[in-house]
């Protein structure tokens, strides 16, 4: 019956991936009209530690351990990302502070004006480290999404006496 169809010219490149990211990008766009920015990354941060929560048991599945150590944590943040399409790179690390950076956003183009998606990366990587390292102050000094050409994203591993800047997000593991 299909056969008999009319066919146009030119068929748009309609995929699964881009059109699920336009999806994300109008339900996030309406979201942010309706409730404002700052509750629509509330409701994000919800999403983003229930797919850190999974995310964090697969890794610690995968490297067999209880809890991973910093250079596994690392190797997580990187290499989950990698697998969304993620363009993300250690630029430094030490006992006190992981610097990733990012050149690739999972949502592609589709995440430029929505702010609020930035919560499921500071979410999820603010719920692994802390969840293995007992701490993490998750901030993210540049963004793709506020039209900076990369992402830069610091995690401090040190409860210092604050966070580094205001809208800094702290993690505390769940056993403290």
Request: hydrophobic share 40%.
């Amino acid at each position: 019956m299909g056969e008999d169809l009319p066919r146009p010219k030119h068929v748009p490149d309609h995929h699964k991936d881009p059109f699920l990211r336009s999806v994300l990008r109008e339900l996030v766009g309406i979201l942010e009209s309706t409730v404002g920015e700052r509750e629509a990354e509330a409701y994000i941060n919800h999403v983003g530690l229930s797919v850190g929560q999974v995310l964090n048991e697969e890794y610690r599945g995968a490297f067999e351990e209880e809890r991973l150590d910093l250079r596994q944590v690392a190797f997580t943040l990187v290499d989950l990302k990698a697998r969304i399409d993620g363009g993300f790179s250690i630029e430094s690390m030490n006992r006190d502070e992981i610097v990733l950076v990012n050149t690739a956003c999972p949502f592609g183009d589709k995440v430029i004006g929505r702010t609020s998606l930035c919560r499921m990366t500071a979410n999820v990587f603010g719920h692994i480290v802390a969840e293995n390292l007992g701490y993490a102050s998750v901030g993210i000094r540049e963004a793709i999404a506020r039209g900076d050409p990369r992402c830069r994203v610091t995690i401090r591993l040190a409860g210092l006496a604050r966070p580094a800047h205001p809208r800094d997000s702290e993690f505390f593991a769940s056993d403290q």
